[in-house]
């Protein structure tokens, strides 16, 4: 089971300071290991740019190589298809932080990832499509058990929460810091998630991306909802341990849905090329 890699906006044209190549890019940009590569706990993290509160600096951490990918081409991480090795490259993790110049759009923002991967890793790729399994949401027995999101003051300016391994709480599971939007730890062989004044669009992405399949909506519900979720991922853990229910289970019994197999196809990303670390800063 794959992890979730929150996206940045999709790529449109641009128009202002190029590089050589015709091809938006980054002022400047640092790429280099997190100090919490491997199987540790982490907290993902990709903010800033235009639109946000720090429009001058796109920071990115703790993100799995095949996950700077997907976000770069607006695709969930389990559309990338790469070497045999970027399996192994999911335990290393990259922090990036990069100057945006003047007059950036957050449509560009996509385009310059794609550069600054082609730049320092070398990255080329193509698309295509392939039949698999895929999943829809829908609601089990007609009977969600969402709550709607009441209206909220504007966020304040203050402090961000620290950043590195999130705590467990007395459950076992990861505990979050507070905010708005959506937020996700995993540790060791569980996980939690929690969404406030969310759209069934973004629940179907993180379970896209835990399921590493395509997963559409169907649900009919088209309001904002304030929810959490925790389930217990694959790979991890001890024989004989019960970490809880898998994200299946944890859809329906704490959020009142169903996911359903169905076959369909899909698109994906396919690297021809990249190199396994990236050149120097």
Not at 99 to 121: H, S
Not at 226 to 242: I, M, Y
Request: charged share 25%; proline share 9%.
């Amino acid at each position: 089971m794959r992890r979730m890699m929150v996206l940045m906006l999709c790529a449109s044209g641009w128009a202002y300071s190029q590089s050589a190549n015709s091809q938006p890019a980054f002022e400047v940009a640092s790429i280099k290991p997190s100090a919490l590569t491997g199987r540790g706990p982490f907290i993902t993290r990709m903010d800033g740019g235009p639109g946000t509160d720090d429009p001058g600096r796109v920071t990115i951490e703790h993100y799995m190589l095949v996950g700077l990918i997907a976000a770069a081409y607006q695709v969930e991480s389990y559309r990338v298809s790469g070497p045999s090795w970027l399996e192994e490259a999911r335990e290393t993790q990259f922090d990036i932080t990069a100057k945006v110049p003047d007059g950036t759009t957050k449509e560009q923002i996509p385009l310059m990832m794609q550069n600054l991967l082609a730049e320092r890793f070398h990255l080329t790729v193509h698309r295509e499509k392939k039949e698999g399994n895929v999943y829809e949401l829908v609601v089990a027995k007609n009977v969600p058990k969402l709550k709607e999101s009441a209206k909220k003051p504007a966020p304040q300016d203050g402090p961000q929460p620290p950043s590195g391994p999130p705590k467990l709480g007395p459950d076992g599971f990861p505990t979050l810091p507070p905010g708005r939007g959506f937020r996700m730890a995993m540790m060791k062989d569980r996980a939690a998630a929690q969404f406030t004044d969310a759209t069934m669009g973004e629940l179907v992405g993180l379970l896209a991306g835990q399921l590493g399949r395509p997963v559409t909506d169907a649900t009919g519900l088209k309001g904002k909802y304030d929810f959490s979720l925790r389930w217990a991922t694959e790979g991890f853990g001890k024989p004989g341990d019960d970490p809880g229910p898998t994200i299946f289970g944890a859809v329906q019994e704490q959020l009142g849905l169903k996911l359903e197999q169905k076959k369909g196809l899909i698109d994906m990303i396919v690297i021809d090329h990249i190199d396994r670390v990236p050149t120097e800063n």
